[in-house]
């Protein structure tokens, strides 16, 4: 699928969804039986600097990945399983590559999760029912893009998004930001990685709470992309 991506839209940026590495994260933890583990309070600090990976700059993720594994497996050796796994996918010759993965260079530019994907699909199966046929789909993809199409307008116009975020995904962000600005000012590693454990801590929170997807893990790689040019989108729906 990403091959076929990059072929119909070469100006495309992809990369995977941060929110769906920190549940396989957390699917690793719970399939190693590592629960309990994970309650102590350094394990419990690194598996939220393995959740982080992705949001520190690429020429630090060897090194601190080395750490996070050291001071994991000085603890006990049952934790093995979870650090074999994230060099497996992630790291080593990783099934995924870093630039896939890493979202550093895009904070706050980018999402970082398909959340919105996510949204527009369960909007998009509450409009069409089970197994429509094609041109019922067709129109409802149709007015779908019509209505985006509309909105964008209209936020350009007005300066505003039309549909403001929850106060605490926008905080996240700021926090961020700010972070990563400091960051590149001071070079202090130790306090950046402080700020996004506080970010890890919220993900798995959430991830504890919910129940486990259907997806196979693959689907960690839900892909979204971002069209380069805008006219692109409306050559699509026209």
């Known amino acids: 699928m990403i091959n076929a991506i990059n072929d119909i839209f070469p100006h ?4 995977g969804c941060h929110f769906h590495y920190a549940q396989n994260i957390w699917k ?35 090194n601190s990945t080395e750490k996070i594994i050291d001071e994991l497996c ?8 979870l650090t074999d796994y994230v060099l497996k ?3 080593d010759d990783a099934r995924f590559s870093l630039h896939m993965w890493n979202h550093f260079d895009t904070i706050g530019e980018r999402p970082r999760t398909n959340n919105h994907l996510e949204g527009y699909h369960r909007q998009l199966n509450a409009r069409v029912r089970t197994h429509p046929d ?12 019509e209505s985006v199409i509309c909105r964008y307008e209209l936020e350009q116009a007005q300066k505003r998004t039309t549909r ?9 962000d700021n926090k961020l930001m700010l972070a990563k600005t400091k960051y ?10 402080k700020t996004l454990r506080a970010v890890s801590h919220r993900y798995i929170h959430v ?18 992309f971002f069209i380069k040019y805008f006219f692109q989108f409306k050559l699509l729906i026209t």
């Open 207 to 224: 991830i504890k709470d919910a129940k486990d997807s259907i997806d196979e893990e693959y689907f960690f790689f839900v892909i979204y």
């Open 134 to 145: 094609l041109w019922t789909w067709f129109n409802e993809v149709k007015s779908s893009g």
């Open 89 to 91: 996918n992630y790291i």
């Open 164 to 172: 403001p975020r929850k106060a605490k995904y926008t905080q996240d």
């Open 184 to 193: 590149i000012q001071d070079e202090d590693f130790d306090a950046y990685q």
């Open 12 to 15: 495309a940026l992809v990369k």
């Open 74 to 81: 000085d603890y006990d050796s049952k934790l093995y399983k």
């Open 28 to 62: 690793k933890v719970k399939k190693s039986n590592l629960v309990t583990l994970s309650k102590e309070e350094n394990i419990c600090r690194q598996i939220a600097n393995i959740v982080a990976l992705p949001l520190i700059p690429p020429n630090e993720v060897y």
